[in-house]
C-alpha cells in the first residue's frame, strides 16, 4: 500500500472518529411533560417508573415520564420523548407505536376495534393517533388504549404517547366510567369522542 493511500485512510479514520465524538455530544434531550396545572383529579407522576437511555453513542436519546392514577378504574399515559440526529417519519413512528402497543397487550388484551385518526392539540402540533377498545383477558373488563405520535420541530424532537384506561370494573360490568379515559384525550376540538375540554392530558404534553 502507497504511503499516499495510508495517509489518506489515516485522515478519513481520523474524520470518522472526530465525528462521531461530535456527535456523542451534540443530541440534547429535553424531556416533554404533562403541564401540572392539569395533573389534577387524582392523577399524578409516578417518578419511580420514569426512565432514559440512549443508543449509538449517544445520538439517540430518549426519555419517558408516567402519570397514573387507580382506584376502580385505573388509568395511565406514559409520554415518551426520542430525539435522534434527523427527525424520523411521523408515519413511520406511528406505525412502530401501533406495533408496540399490539405486542405489548396481545397476551392480555384482546382488542375489538381500532381506529385511526389526526388532530391538532393546544401545543399546535398536528399528530396522528390510534384508538383501541378492548377486554381485559384476565378482568373481562373493557379497556380503551391510545397511542398518538408528532414530531415537534422546534425542540427536533419526537413525541409519542400511550394512554390505558379501564371503563368498567369486575364488581359493576354493566356499569361504564369514561372520567379518566376522557381526562386522557379531551381537547377543545372535542376530537376524540366529542369529548370536549381545555385539561386534557395529552392535550397538555408541554414538548418545546
Known sequence: MSFKRKKNIGIIITLLL????????CVDLRCAYIKDSVITDGW????????TGTQFLGIEKWCSSTYEINGRYPASI????????????????QEKTIQSIEDTFQNDIQIKEKTLGERTLNNNHKTKYVVYDGIDTEKNDRVKIIGEVWNCQASG??????GVSYITN????????????????????????????????IDNVICH
Open 18 to 25: 472526530f465525528i462521531l465524538i461530535l456527535l456523542s455530544g
Open 44 to 51: 399524578n407522576e409516578n417518578t419511580a417508573l420514569s426512565n
Open 78 to 93: 406514559t409520554v415518551t420523548t426520542s430525539k435522534t440526529l434527523i427527525l424520523t417519519d411521523e408515519s413511520e413512528i
Open 157 to 162: 424532537q419526537s413525541i409519542i404517547c400511550i
Open 170 to 201: 369486575k364488581d359493576f360490568h354493566d356499569v361504564e366510567n369514561l372520567e379518566n379515559w376522557k381526562k386522557i384525550v379531551m381537547d377543545t376540538s372535542g376530537t376524540i369522542n366529542g369529548y370536549i375540554g381545555d385539561a386534557g392530558l
